[in-house]
Structures are given as structure tokens and as C-alpha cells.
């Protein structure tokens, strides 16, 4: 792995180990060389579909990383967002900029144990994507969510059909209510021309 990880090694990795050591790496250049210097913009796209369909707080952004979305949520004046991530060294950035009340190390591939849940609001960008969260986690996100809560969930638009993404949201129909997905761009045109096009699925819905 080079120095500075690059999308292409996050496609890459699989395994949890591997996941964190990446991202163990990857914290110290995400902002700047990555967030920055490629235009990613997804996170920014969810907390926007977040606030414009209504959402409020208190919010729990599941892979929170070094804290993009969260910082753009409290822009927005959302006042209480939590996170969790399986990196404890992302999250470390994150603690450093002062946007989020809580962050916690969790797997969201097993059932989360939160003191605050249930949550009024859930978001996630970049998380579930290949090599990285499947559709099977998406139950728990469901279980730490309250009864009438907006969820976001960005899916790698590549991935949302083929890694059974759509199948799991139609298995979980009858928990949640006025569903629907809108395609947004990852990267702005600062990004690397290979990946610039590269689109997102949000998928929009309230828990019921």
C-alpha cells in the first residue's frame, strides 16, 4: 500500500484487519489529500438530503471517519450529532474539531449497543460500499433508530443492485415508509478523471 491511501485501496481492502489498518493510515491525509484534494462531496450530499427532507436531531452518523458529514450537519444547525466508525484513529480527527457529542468505536456489521439510542435521525456516506459494509448491516442501522426517525444511507451506486443493497431494502419494506433513492455525484471535477463520474445512491426513508 503506498504511503497516502487512495480510493482505489479502499476498494480494495475486505477484511475488518485490513479495513482498519487502511484507515489507521489514511486518517492522517483524509481531509487534505483526499477530501479536499478530490472534491468529495458525498458527504456534504447527505447531510443536505438529511436537512431538506426535514431531519432532526439528535443524529447518528454510522462511519463517521474523521467527522465530513458531521461537520456539515452542524452547519446546518442540526445541534446534537453522535458517531460511530471502526476506526478509532479516524474518529480521533473527528473528536478534534468538536462536532459531535459522542463518537464510539462500533461494527455496524453486528447488532450496536448505544446508550442513546434509539436516534431521531441516521445518516451514513461512504459506508456501505464495496469492500467495506454490506447490506446485512443495514438491520442494525434499522434497530438504533426510533419509530418515525429519517434515515440517509449512501450506497455505491456501482454496487446498489449487483451486492444486494436494493434486494435488503425491499426485504425491509414493511419497516419504513415513503422510500425513494436519488443519484448524487461522490467526487466534484477535482477529482482523478478515472473516478470523477463516480455516483452515489441515497436512499431516503422514515422508519415506521
Known sequence: MSKNPDLDNAYAVSSQEE???LYRKWSYSYDTAFSEGQGYQ???EVANAFVSAGGLGPVLDVGAGTGLVGAALRKMNVPVVDGI???KDMLDVARMKGDY???HVRDVTHTLDLVDAPYAGVVSSGTFTLGHVGPDALVHVFDV???????VISVNALHYVSAGFAAAFADLESRMSQFETRDVRIFDDRAADDHRMDMAKLAIFTKT
Do not use: H, Q, T, V
Not at 433508530?145 to 434515515?151: Q, R, Y
Open 101 to 103: 457529542r459522542g463518537l
Open 19 to 21: 479495513i482498519k489498518e
Open 85 to 87: 466508525d471502526l476506526s
Open 145 to 151: 433508530a426510533a419509530s418515525g426517525a429519517l434515515l
Open 42 to 44: 458525498l458527504p456534504r
